[in-house]
Structure formats: structure tokens, C-alpha cells
T-cell receptor, first 111, second 112 residues
Framework: GAGVSQSPRYKVAKRGQDVALRCDPI?????LFWYQQALGQGPEFLTY????????KSGLPSDRFFAERPEGSVSTLKIQRTQQEDSAVYLC?????????FGSGTRLTVV | RKEVEQDPGPFNVPEGATVAFNCTYS??????FFWYRQDCRKEPKLLMS???SGNEDGRFTAQLNRASQYISLLIRDSKLSDSATYLC?????????????FGAGTRLAVHP
């Protein structure tokens, strides 16, 4: 597609609920990143994929966070048993070189 | 200490003013530097890359001082549409790829 597409745009989850966030990168982009952006902060790295391989998951805050990209295209970030501190904007970015192109993000609110 | 530090602002300036943002980074091995712009409730977008020789794009000038590990962004003749958060970004080589490390951003508000 023309840009990075993320869905849903907004998600309200009750504490303890599982959520799944989707990212559709730019076609042909090998690299895919997930970031978490808390209010008033810059994006914080969560995980990186090169095609279908998850090469770095050092930024995932706990084992409740899981990401996959099974066919090297669409990626899903799953958060299990959501907590209030998970409330943030989750940004996906894809790239073919040094710069990132970001999606519009999913704003997750845990109540 | 954060890897990329910025003054959070906000910087409140009148239209037509010149404003400068600074950023320091801790990883001396960083090779790539960027300024991203983020509008309220929008995603970050690349504003410009930053080179050692300095670079200019219209009203925007970026400078890099490797010895001091310092990056700056100068905006001349500010417009209302420049109101946004400006994110300083440096790369960190992670073995097989380059990870981008973002500062917390500097907020700019341009008023009439």
C-alpha cells in the first residue's frame, strides 16, 4: 500500500483483557518496528522484524507482550492480561533504509 | 540518564521568530541523526536528516557536533503551521540492524 496502515485506530480494553493490534507495512519493506509512546514521551522501541524473523524483542516490557509477522508482511502485536500501565499509543514503522515511515498508531486505553 | 535528551519546552514564540532546539546523545558510536516532527495525535514524520557538515532545508537548519555529541535544529521565520513537537533521533547499531532512539521531544507553539 501507499503507507503503513494500523488498526484499530482506538482500542479501549478492560483491565485483564487481551488485545491484538495490527500493522500493515509498506509493500516490499523488509524491516518492521513496533514502538510504544506514552503521553509526553518519545516513541520507545519494542521489537524489530526483518521479514518474518523477529531479530530483537529486547524492548518488550514483559512476557505479556508478544509480536509476530508470520509471512513477512502483516504484523500483530498482542498484549495479554492488559494493565493500566499498558495505556499508550502503539506505533508501527516500516523501512527499507535508514528512515522509518510510521503508521498512524493505535491508541490503547486500559480501564 | 536517557540516551537522547531534549529540552521538553514548550517554546512559545510569535510568528516570524527564530527558534533553536538542542539535543544531546550519549552513544558516541551513533552514525545517523534525524529530526522528526510530530503533530498532536499524529504519527512522527521525518523532517530532515542531520549531517556533520550541517544541512539546510528552506527555513530549517540542522547542525551536528560529534565531539560534543550535540545536535541542533534552527527554525527561521516561524509559521503558525510549525507548531508541533520536534523529536531528536539517533541510531544505535544493534548487530544486524540500526535501531532508532528517540528523545522525548520539544514542544513548539507559534502564536500570531
Amino acid at each position: 500500500g501507499a503507507g503503513v496502515s494500523q488498526s484499530p485506530r482506538y482500542k479501549v480494553a478492560k483491565r485483564g483483557q487481551d488485545v491484538a493490534l495490527r500493522c500493515d507495512p509498506i509493500s516490499g519493506h523488509v524491516s518492521l518496528f513496533w514502538y510504544q509512546q506514552a503521553l509526553g514521551q518519545g516513541p520507545e522501541f519494542l521489537t524489530y522484524f526483518q521479514n518474518e524473523a523477529q531479530l530483537d524483542k529486547s524492548g518488550l516490557p514483559s512476557d505479556r507482550f508478544f509480536a509476530e509477522r508470520p509471512e513477512g508482511s502483516v504484523s500483530t502485536l498482542k498484549i495479554q492480561r492488559t494493565q493500566q500501565e499498558d495505556s499508550a499509543v502503539y506505533l508501527c514503522a516500516s523501512s527499507r533504509g535508514a528512515g522509518h515511515t510510521f503508521g498512524s498508531g493505535t491508541r490503547l486505553t486500559v480501564v | 540518564r536517557k540516551e537522547v535528551e531534549q529540552d521538553p519546552g514548550p517554546f512559545n514564540v510569535p510568528e516570524g521568530a527564530t527558534v533553536a532546539f538542542n539535543c544531546t546523545y550519549s552513544n558516541s558510536a551513533s552514525q545517523s541523526f534525524f529530526w522528526y516532527r510530530q503533530d498532536c495525535r499524529k504519527e512522527p514524520k521525518l523532517l530532515m536528516s542531520v549531517y556533520s557538515s550541517g544541512n539546510e532545508d528552506g527555513r530549517f537548519t540542522a547542525q551536528l557536533n560529534r565531539a560534543s555529541q550535540y545536535i541542533s535544529l534552527l527554525i527561521r521565520d516561524s509559521k503558525l503551521s510549525d507548531s508541533a513537537t520536534y523529536l531528536c533521533v539517533v541510531n544505535k547499531y544493534a548487530g544486524v540492524y540500526n535501531k532508532l532512539i528517540f528523545g522525548a521531544g520539544t514542544r513548539l507553539a507559534v502564536h500570531p
